[in-house]
T-cell receptor, first 114, second 114 residues
Framework: AQSVTQPDIHITVSEGASLELRCNYS??????LFWYVQSPGQGLQLLLK????DTLVQGIKGFEAEFKRSQSSFNLRKPSVHWSDAAEYFC????????????WGAGTKLIIKP | NAGVTQTPKFQVLKTGQSMTLQCAQD?????MYWYRQDPGMGLRLIYY???????DKGEVPNGYNVSRLNKREFSLRLESAAPSQTSVYFC?????????????FGPGTRLTVL
């Protein structure tokens, strides 16, 4: 069955350090890929998405993600985190041959150390 | 534009009571969604509506009903609330199908069932 795995429930990073959040999916074809962010007490907001083309995708707030077909991964990166990046991050996968059903990962909570 | 609005923001119910969560979007989107979010479980789709007049069950529809009143509004009803329905509920909308377009989220409704 199709699934999305975010292996890290929590990640703690020092302010100014680099960040990588992992996302792996299980799906037979190349899906549409999304990263959303949820700040405390708020709804989700799209950070970036990949549909096709260049496998390195730039998003808002200085985030980027790289699609690696061979690893079925879509990891989110930021070179230098800010305290305002503390939030929960969700990876999601759109199944293009299943009526574009969307599968969500369980989320990774990012904690920033001052 | 207000985007996606939800009412109420907070609600406390007793077991067996009923209530309706309201959602409206002003972006002329075709698709609308209701999710619930529980700690450690990410987002789970309750119902969605791909267009005005159509609704479909998601992953966890039991105990809920929905109405797509018009293109703008999509309500979620709990007929007889249970403690297991204590959760944060999010409404979202998108132009097209769930896995093919950006979803825009409301701020959420925090529901407690005693």
């Amino acid at each position: 069955a199709q699934s999305v795995t975010q292996p890290d429930i929590h990640i703690t990073v020092s302010e100014g350090a680099s960040l990588e959040l992992r996302c792996n999916y299980s799906y037979g074809a190349t899906p549409y890929l999304f990263w959303y962010v949820q700040s405390p007490g708020q709804g989700l907001q799209l950070l970036l998405k990949y549909f096709s083309g260049d496998t390195l995708v730039q998003g808002i707030k200085g985030f980027e993600a790289e699609f690696k077909r061979s690893q079925s991964s879509f990891n989110l990166r930021k070179p230098s985190v800010h305290w305002s990046d503390a939030a929960e991050y969700f990876c999601a996968v759109g199944l293009i041959d299943s009526n574009y059903q969307l599968i969500w990962g369980a989320g990774t909570k990012l904690i920033i150390k001052p | 534009n207000a985007g996606v609005t939800q009412t109420p923001k907070f609600q406390v119910l007793k077991t067996g009571q009923s209530m309706t969560l309201q959602c409206a979007q002003d972006m002329n989107h075709n698709s609308m969604y209701w999710y619930r979010q529980d700690p450690g479980m990410g987002l789970r789709l309750i119902y969605y509506s791909a267009s005005e007049g159509t609704t479909d069950k998601g992953e966890v529809p039991n105990g809920y009903n929905v109405s797509r009143l018009n293109k703008r509004e999509f309500s979620l009803r709990l007929e007889s609330a249970a403690p297991s329905q204590t959760s944060v509920y999010f409404c979202a909308s998108s132009v097209g199908l769930p896995g093919a377009d950006t979803q825009y989220f409301g701020p959420g409704t925090r529901l407690t069932v005693l």
